[in-house]
């Protein structure tokens, strides 16, 4: 069974600019979340599709990040415009279900430098 | 002040040698709790759930103190193989994001 998957592995982009990072889930988990690395710090949580709906945005840091799950699939998250505070590794996530009974599954992650 | 707290490491064992990780967590209503490892530039992955009456799995044992908000990790008979980071994660009620440590660096050197 394959894995997550994340595209692209790396992405490099000058401040100003846009950038789309996708996900695709583990096939059958309803579950899928977004979590990001900063240089130095913890992984953070952005945020929790169930299916297509966005069940927790409370870690998105503002506007200028908006994710996207349409038809309860594949997701994207897109920064625009990218600031240089935004560089880190973006991880997606995905379980089966809610609860502590389903692992959350991490993809490789997306390397993002934005200079 | 973290949400979770970890002593960063590194910590440099010989093969065979016992150690041992460290974590707390402010949060009183955590509910879940986790060990991940992190080989580098790779995914976190599920190491071991932690439950109250403490768990092991082969040389991998885990420990809840829910009093001290306290979660430990001990690894029997290092293998050069356990050299990662290791996370410290945990999950509150009605919550499904996970709250992350900065993770413990291992090093076992043969």
Known sequence: EAGV???????????????????DPISGHDNLYWYRR?????????????????????????NRFLAERTGGTYSTLKVQPAELEDSGVYFCASSQDQGSAYEQYFG???????? | RKEVEQDPGPFNVPEGATVAFNCTYSNSASQSFFWYRQD??????????????????????????????????????????????????????GFQKLVFGTGTRLLVSP
């Open chain 2, 40 to 93: 580098c530039r790779k995914e976190p992955k599920l190491l071991m759930s932690v439950y109250s009456s403490g768990n092991e799995d082969g040389r991998f044992t885990a420990q809840l103190n829910r009093a001290s908000q306290y979660i430990s990790l001990l690894i029997r008979d290092s293998k050069l193989s356990d050299s990662a980071t290791y996370l410290c994660v945990v999950r509150s009620a």
């Open chain 1, 5 to 23: 998957t994340q595209f692209p592995s790396h992405s490099v982009i000058e401040k100003g600019q846009t950038v789309t990072l996708r996900c």
């Open chain 1, 38 to 62: 900063v240089m130095g710090k913890e992984i953070k949580f952005l945020l929790h599709f169930v299916k297509e709906s966005k069940q927790d945005e409370s870690g998105m840091p503002n």
């Open chain 1, 108 to 115: 490789p992650g997306t390397r993002l430098t934005v200079t």
